[in-house]
C-alpha cells in the first residue's frame, strides 16, 4: 500500500538536510516495525520519497512523504506509529492511503505556500518599508531577474512575478512582519522564495539590506482543473 | 516560527548556516538525553576533541555517556571540537564552547570530561579548553572553572597533558566515574577547596592527580626521581577494569546521529583485550586481560540496539572478531538476525580461515568490496621478532580462496621501521604483493584482470607499555628511503598500488607517545602558533610544530629517536597496565633473538596481568 504523510519541519530540524531527512525516516519505519517495499534492480532502494526537498534553513508546517509497504496498514496506525518516533522539531500531522500509485508527488505539486518573517525590523519605519516593499512587489507586472542556467551557463532574465499567485501582508507590528506568499513550486515550474527576498530588500533600499529573514513553507498544492489550490493533504 | 532562545542560541541560529554542515553543531538527536533542570546536580561536559562526526563514532563516549546519565541527579552532555570554519566565527562572535544538549557553556560546567583517543589529538584538547574559556594550564583555572578530567587510551602516557589536566581516569570507565561522581556530590555539598575534591580523588583506584608529584630530571635530560606532594597520591595507579562485561552497562540505545558518521551502524563489542602479544601494539597490552561478552548478552544487546535505533547495519567490535571463543556460532546467530530484520552486517578482522571465507561470502554476496590482510611485515623472520602469528602460506591459500569465491580486490598492510628490519623484509613486502599477483595470474589464464592489490605501509612508532617502548624510531630520512625502496620493487607491477603515511606525522606522533610533562608547553606553544587537527593532513603544519618545539626548549629528537635506557624512570612508569615492565624486558629481549611467543591462551606467559585481575 502507497501512503502520503504530511510532517512539520521546526526548530534545529532545519539544519537537516533532505538527504539525512531521508535517513532519519527510514530509521524511524524500521523502529516502529512498517516494513517497506523495495526496488527491484542490482541495488535495491526502498520505494519511499519526499516531495519538493526543503532549502536548508527553512522551517516547515507542511512538508510530504510517500512510500510503499509490504503489508497494508491502516493510515491511522501509520500515523500513530511515526508520531511517536519522530525527534524534537518534527511532528507527524496526517496520514492518508494513496489511491493513486503511479504519479508521483513531484509531479502533481504545482504551488507552495510560505510565511517570509522577520523580527529583527525593530522600528516602525522598517516595518512600514518592509510593507512597502511587498505592495511594490504587487503591483508589478513583471520581475526580471537574471538567472544562469545550470546545464549551457548561459545567463538568461526570468520573470519572477509572474510565478507569484499571491503576495500579502499578513501581519506587521512593532514586533514582526510577516509576508504570506503563494508561489510556484514543482517540477515544472518552480521559485524559491529567496528571490523574493532579495527583491524585497532591493526595494527597501540599502538600509534594511542586512535584516534577516526567515522562511517558512506552510503548504503545497496541486491545480484543480479550474486552478483551485488543493492541499497535498487532501488527495487519496 | 519565532521561538525563545538563550543568547548562545540566537548566536548559533545567526551563524551556524554560514558553516559546512550546521547539523555539527545542533545537538537533539535521537536518545541524547536532557534532564529536567530541577533533577539535575551535577553537570559534567563530555568532550571528545575531534569533529563531530569522528566522536559520535565512538563507543566509549557512548558507553559513558549512558554511565553518567543513569546516575538521577547527573546530567552528562556531549561536546565536540568545532570544524575550524565554525571556530572562526565561535571566536568572532565570542560563543564559548557549549554542550550539544542544552547549549550551555561548557565553563559552568561542574566537570569537563575529555578523551582522548590518539597522539594528533593533543592540540585539540588544549583548543577546546580555550574555547570552553578557561587558562590551558591547571594551576591558572579558577575556583569556579570545572574540573577538567581526562582519560581514554592516550592518557596510559599522561604525561604530555599532565599539566593541564586537573586528573586522569586510567584504564575503562564504567566503574570509576560512578565512584568519582559519588566524591564530587560530597565535595560539592562540603563547599570546600577545588585542592580538596582532588585529594579526594587519590582515594579512587586508577585515579592520577598529576600535580601531586613533581618529576626530576637528570642532567642528560633523563628521569631523576618521581616525586610525591601528597603523601596520599598512590605510588602506582593500577588502570580500572570492567571484569565482567556481562554486567557492565551497554548503550541499547545510543544517540542516533542526524547526519552521517564515520561509523554510522548499530555496534556491539563481543570483547576486550587480545591474547596475542604482536609485540608493537600497544592495545594489545593495555586491554588485557580477554574478557568476553556472552553470545546471549551480545545478541541482546543486538536486538535492543537495532530496535532503539532503526540502523540498517550492524558492526561487531574488538580487537581481533576471530578470537572470540564461539565465532562460529555467534556469527552465524547474528547473520541469522540481521537477515529477520533487513539489516547489514559488517565483520572487521576475521581469521583467514574457510569459515570466514563462507561468512564474507554471504555477507558481501555480488558487491565484493575487498579482503583485509595485515600481515605487518614482509618476512617470516621480521614477523618473528614483531610476534606476528601470521605465515606466508596462510596469507597465500587466502588470497587463492578469495580470488576462487571472486575477490579481486586484496588490501595488505604493512609497516616499515620496526626494530630489527632489513631491506631484505622490505623487499618482502613487494615480494608478498608479486606472489599474489601471480595466484591471481594463475587463476584467470595469465592475465592481472580486475585484480586490485593495495599495499599500505605505516611508520613503525614506538609506543609505551609495549615490549618496543626503548626502541629509537626511524627517522624522516629512514622511512622516505624505506618507502622509495618499496616504491620503486612494486612500480613494474601495474595492478598493485603504494600508499604510505607521511613521516613527519609519525616522527610527532612518535614524541607525543613518550613525551613527558615537558611537552606541556610545547603543546600549548603549538597552539598559540596556529596548530590544531594535527591528524588531519590538509590542517597538520609541521613546521610550526618545530618552531614550537625550539621556542619551548624542546628536542623532540629526544623522545622520539633516542634508544632509551632499559634502567630509566619512564614517564610513564607511574601508570599500571597489571602487565610488568620485567615481561616487556623479556620480550624485548625474545625480539631481539627473533624468538616468538605463544598466544597465552596455549599457555600462560606471566606478564602480570593475572597477578591483578582475573584472566
Redesign the interface.
Known amino acids: 500500500m502507497k501512503y502520503l504523510v504530511k510532517w512539520t519541519k521546526q526548530?534545529?530540524?532545519k539544519?537537516?538536510?533532505h538527504l539525512?531527512i531521508m535517513?532519519?525516516f527510514?530509521?524511524?519505519?524500521?523502529?516502529t516495525d512498517i516494513?517497506l517495499r523495495y526496488s527491484e534492480g542490482?541495488?535495491p532502494h526502498p520505494k519511499m520519497s519526499i516531495a519538493q526537498p526543503l532549502s536548508?534553513?527553512y522551517?516547515s508546517r507542511g512538508e510530504y512523504i510517500e512510500f510503499e509497504t509490504q503489508t497494508d496498514l491502516a493510515a491511522e496506525d501509520i500515523l500513530g506509529r511515526l508520531a511517536g518516533?519522530m525527534?524534537?522539531?518534527i511532528d507527524i500531522v496526517s496520514c492518508s492511503v494513496l489511491k493513486d500509485t503511479k504519479k508521483a508527488m513531484g509531479a502533481i505539486i504545482t504551488k507552495g505556500e510560505y510565511?517570509i518573517?522577520c523580527?529583527e525590523a525593530k522600528t516602525g519605519k522598517e516595518i512600514k518599508a518592509l510593507c512597502e516593499a511587498a505592495a511594490y512587489f504587487k503591483s508589478m507586472e513583471k520581475i526580471l531577474v537574471k538567472k544562469v542556467q545550470k546545464k549551457s551557463g548561459k545567463e538568461t532574465e526570468v520573470d519572477i512575478r509572474a510565478k507569484v499567485r499571491s503576495i500579502t501582508v499578513e501581519e506587521a507590528s512593532s514586533e514582526?512582519a510577516?509576508i504570506r506568499v503563494v508561489v510556484d513550486t514543482g517540477s515544472n515550474s518552480h521559485l524559491n522564495p529567496e528571490l523574493i527576498i532579495v527583491k524585497l530588500k532591493e526595494y527597501m533600499g540599502e538600509k534594511l539590506q542586512g535584516l534577516?529573514f526567515?522562511v517558512?513553507r506552510e503548504e503545497m498544492y496541486t491545480e484543480s482543473e479550474k486552478g483551485e489550490l488543493i492541499p497535498l493533504y487532501l488527495l487519496g | 516560527m519565532f521561538e525563545i532562545k538563550s543568547e548562545i542560541q540566537k548566536k548559533i541560529e545567526k551563524n551556524v548556516m554560514r558553516v559546512e554542515k550546521p547539523a555539527r553543531y545542533i545537538g537533539g538527536e535521537l536518545h541524547s538525553i536532557k534532564k529536567d533542570p530541577e533533577q539535575v546536580k551535577m553537570r559534567v561536559a563530555f568532550g571528545f576533541p575531534d569533529l563531530y562526526e569522528i566522536g559520535m563514532s565512538n563507543l566509549g563516549l557512548q558507553i559513558l555517556y549512558k554511565v553518567l546519565n543513569d546516575i538521577p541527579d547527573v546530567q552528562c552532555e556531549r561536546v565536540y571540537s568545532p570544524d575550524v570554519d565554525f571556530e572562526g566565527i565561535m571566536r568572532e562572535e565570542e560563543i564559548p564552547l557549549y554542550t550539544m544538549e542544552t547549549k550551555t557553556p561548557v565553563i559552568d560546567a561542574d566537570i569537563f570530561a575529555i578523551t582522548v583517543q590518539y597522539e594528533m589529538l593533543a592540540t585539540n584538547v588544549l583548543n577546546m579548553i580555550d574555547l570552553a574559556g578557561m587558562e590551558i594550564f591547571a594551576k591558572d583555572r579558577k575556583e569556579s572553572d570545572p574540573f577538567v578530567i581526562m582519560g581514554g587510551p592516550c592518557t596510559y602516557n599522561p604525561e604530555p597533558l599532565a599539566e593541564v589536566a586537573d586528573a586522569f581516569s586510567i584504564g575503562e570507565g564504567e566503574e570509576v566515574w560512578v565512584e568519582i561522581m559519588d566524591k564530587f556530590r560530597e565535595w560539592k555539598e562540603s563547599g570546600k577547596e577545588k585542592i580538596e575534591f582532588l585529594k579526594d580523588l587519590c582515594e579512587i583506584d586508577g585515579m592520577y592527580v598529576p600535580s601531586f608529584y613533581e618529576f626530576d630530571y637528570n642532567e642528560d635530560g633523563t628521569i631523576k626521581e618521581i616525586r610525591k606532594t601528597y603523601d596520599k597520591a598512590p605510588d602506582l595507579i593500577m588502570k580500572r577494569i570492567v571484569q565482567d562485561l556481562d554486567s557492565a552497562p551497554y548503550p541499547t540505545e545510543p544517540v542516533v546521529p542526524f547526519i552521517s558518521t564515520v561509523h554510522d551502524r548499530a555496534v556491539v563489542e563481543i570483547f576486550r583485550g587480545c591474547t596475542r602479544g604482536c609485540r608493537f601494539c600497544q592495545a594489545g597490552m593495555i586491554y588485557r586481560p580477554v574478557r568476553e561478552r556472552s553470545k546471549d548478552k551480545i545478541k541482546e544487546i543486538v536486538k535492543k540496539q537495532l530496535e532503539a535505533t532503526g540502523y540498517e547495519e550492524l558492526s561487531i567490535l574488538s580487537l581481533s572478531t576471530g578470537d572470540y571463543s564461539q565465532v562460529e556460532e555467534l556469527v552465524t546467530e547474528l547473520m541469522q538476525l540481521c537477515r529477520e530484520s533487513d539489516v547489514s552486517m559488517s565483520l572487521p578482522s576475521l581469521r583467514l580461515d574457510s569459515f570466514s571465507f563462507k561468512v564474507m561470502d554471504e555477507i558481501q554476496g555480488y558487491k565484493k568490496s575487498g579482503l583485509t590482510f595485515a600481515p605487518e611485515a614482509g618476512t617470516q623472520r621480521l614477523r618473528n621478532i614483531i610476534n606476528k602469528d601470521i605465515s606466508d602460506e596462510e596469507i597465500y591459500s587466502a588470497a587463492r580462496q578469495a580470488f576462487e569465491l571472486g575477490w579481486n580486490s586484496i588490501k595488505l598492510y604493512f609497516m616499515v621501521g620496526l626494530p630489527g628490519e632489513t631491506d631484505e623484509d622490505l623487499a618482502g613486502i613487494a615480494q608478498i604483493a608479486r606472489n599474489i599477483v601471480d595466484i591471481y595470474k594463475e587463476q584467470h589464464g595469465g592475465k592481472t584482470g580486475r585484480l586490485n592489490v593495495t599495499v599500505s605501509v605505516s611508520n613503525f612508532v614506538p609506543k609505551p607499555h609495549t615490549p618496543f617502548q626503548w626502541f629509537p624510531q626511524n627517522t624522516d630520512a629512514e622511512f622516505s628511503r624505506k618507502h622509495q625502496f618499496i616504491k620503486e620493487l612494486i612500480k613494474p607491477m601495474k595492478c598493485v598500488r603504494l600508499n604510505y603515511h607521511d613521516s613527519a606525522t609519525s616522527y610527532l606522533e612518535g614524541v607525543l607517545a613518550r613525551g613527558d610533562r615537558r611537552l606541556n608547553k610545547a603543546i600549548a606553544e603549538a597552539l598559540r602558533l596556529g596548530c590544531k587537527f594535527d591528524g588531519w593532513g590538509e590542517h597538520f603544519d609541521f613546521q610550526k610544530w618545530l618552531q614550537a618545539f625550539d621556542n619551548t626548549g624542546i628536542d623532540p629528537e629526544f623522545y622520539a629517536r633516542r634508544a632509551w635506557g632499559y634502567d630509566e624512570i619512564l614517564p610513564w612508569d607511574l601508570i599500571g597496565t597489571s602487565v610488568e615492565k620485567e615481561f616487556y624486558l623479556e620480550e624485548n629481549k625474545k625480539a631481539a633473538a627473533g624468538e616468538i611467543t605463544k598466544d597465552c591462551r596455549e599457555g600462560c606467559n606471566a606478564c602480570g596481568v593475572n597477578k591483578v585481575f582475573r584472566c
Not at chain 1, 527510514?26 to 523502529?31: H, S, V, Y
Request: aromatic share 6%.
Open positions: 526548530g534545529s530540524m539544519y537537516i538536510s539525512d535517513r532519519l527510514q530509521r524511524a519505519l524500521k523502529r516494513k542490482y541495488s536548508l534553513g522551517t518516533a525527534p524534537e522539531g510565511l518573517g523580527d514582526r510577516l534577516e526567515h517558512q
